[in-house]
């Protein structure tokens, strides 16, 4: 599975998250169903074909821990952030949404609201680090 690195663009030294990359249906419907922890600085990215705050809805249903929930426009900018509790139906974006990016919900305050970030492939990612 593909993976990229996410970057909050509008924070100095803001830390960096690795995220699976999940653009198809299956990937996205599995989300982290039935997981129990993530690494620290790991989660995933759910990509939609387009905006909406129907398709950016989320579902809490067999995830076993609280999640910090940033959805992005397709201009990459923070259209919201919520925390997901666990075994919760569902959640939708206060806007239209393209990204989800589901985090360990310690990571809440990470992102705001008009926040522009950045998705990079995790090798472009650490090439330019190294640089």
Request: charged fraction near 25%; glycine fraction near 4%; proline fraction near 3%.
């Amino acid at each position: 599975m593909q993976q990229v690195v996410i970057r909050n663009l509008s924070v100095s030294n803001a830390a960096l998250f690795k995220a699976h990359y999940c653009d198809s249906f299956w990937s996205r419907l599995r989300g982290l169903t039935f997981r129990r922890t993530l690494p620290p600085h790991e989660g995933i990215l759910l990509v939609q074909g387009r905006e909406s705050r129907m398709d950016a809805s989320i579902h809490m249903l067999g995830v076993f821990m609280d999640l910090a929930v940033i959805w992005v426009n397709a201009r990459q900018e923070v259209v919201d952030v919520q925390l997901a509790r666990s075994w919760r139906p569902a959640y939708f974006p206060k806007t239209s949404a393209q990204y989800i990016l589901e985090l360990d919900a310690v990571y809440i305050d990470a992102f705001k609201i008009g926040d522009r970030v950045e998705f990079a492939d995790e090798r472009v990612a650490s090439i330019s680090k190294d640089i």
